[in-house]
């Protein structure tokens, strides 16, 4: 197992002293859509709309906000395909039988399911668009991450979660792949979800690495930097009653973490996104305090700025490539 877990630890002991909140509003320069176009492509996330949840997508200055699904089906942890045309998505039943890996076009239209029985979540493209690779539940005992053709064919285990017993999760969780496409992370959870950490695999299913330890509580959402040298993931998820959720950064290879948002005291929390097509901005979720919202913010958590109002409900944010 990987021998980074003191450090790391220190290093998470060190965060949660820190005093430091971030401002919600006006602390910074406000993101403007024209300062680099490779940071205008559209920021697509998941909300709650009377008891359904929809996708939406806004532009990173906070303007067109659209929703582009609607029920009676829900859509959520939407994922944009390399090239912006296409949306990767987990689409749950009218009545809840079923959770289907499905795409649509940019605009909604098109929806396709891929997966049409069973369960299957947390869909992903990888970075040439050939494949996809998502959350499958193949019955009580029978979790893992799947890799198949972006048509729905030729399906592939690459995971089998070892703490999966009669439904209890154990689940590995939220599939992304790397820059390069050779490494596919993903979030895997013990046994009533006591537990959870980044793990990575090969995309043939060789090669399990953990990249953090168990003490981190990382969420399942979490993004590769467009360079590959870099992943956003939240800690301590999920939070406690005096505790906050905060996002952060490590290397590829699961060291060097790097704090982006600080806060504490379990009022106020920040969730991973995305990042941006250039790698200079990160959507992100904050909860908490009526101020619960997409934002924009630097990888240094200046210019943090609210583009998009959100209810209680979870939210999956993908930032897609620029326009």
């Not at 399990?208 to 399942?220: E, G, H, Q, S």
Request: with cysteine; aromatic share 6%; proline share 6%.
């Amino acid at each position: 197992m990987p021998r980074r877990d003191s450090t790391l630890s220190t290093v998470v002991q060190a965060l949660v002293a820190l005093g430091g909140v971030l401002a919600l509003a006006g602390a910074s320069p406000a993101f403007s859509v024209g300062e680099d176009r490779a940071s205008n492509g559209l920021i697509l996330y998941s909300k709650k709309v009377g008891a359904n949840v929809q996708l939406f997508t806004v532009r990173a200055d906070g303007i067109g906000r659209t929703q582009i699904t609607r029920g009676p089906a829900q859509a959520g942890r939407g994922e944009w395909s390399p090239d912006g045309r296409l949306v990767v998505f987990e689409r749950i039943a009218a009545d809840k039988s079923r959770t289907a890996v499905a795409t649509m076009n940019a605009d909604g239209s098109g929806i396709r399911e891929l997966t049409p029985a069973g369960q299957q979540a947390d869909p992903s493209f990888t970075p040439d668009g050939q494949w996809v690779v998502f959350t499958r539940d193949g019955g009580p005992s029978d979790n893992g991450i799947w890799i198949m053709k972006a048509d729905g064919s030729d399906p592939r285990r690459l995971t089998r979660n070892p703490f999966m017993r009669s439904g209890a999760c154990g689940c590995d969780e939220d599939a992304t792949v790397s820059p390069d496409g050779k490494r596919v992370t993903f979030v895997r959870y013990t046994a009533g979800e006591r537990q959870h950490a980044l793990f990575s695999v090969g995309l043939d299913g060789g090669g399990l690495k953990r990249l953090t330890p168990y003490a981190l509580a990382v969420d399942a959402e979490h993004d590769w930097s467009p360079d590959g040298k870099r992943i956003v993931l939240t800690m301590h998820a999920p939070p406690g009653t005096v505790r906050s959720a905060n996002v952060v950064t490590i290397r590829a290879d699961g060291s060097d973490l790097r704090a982006v948002t600080w806060f504490k005291g379990g009022t106020l929390h920040a969730w991973a996104g995305s990042y941006s097509p250039d790698a200079r901005w990160l959507a992100v979720r904050i909860q908490g305090g009526g101020k619960d919202g997409v934002y924009v913010v630097r990888l240094d958590g200046t210019g943090l700025r609210r583009i998009a109002t959100l209810g209680p409900a979870p939210s999956a944010i993908d930032w897609g490539p620029a326009g």
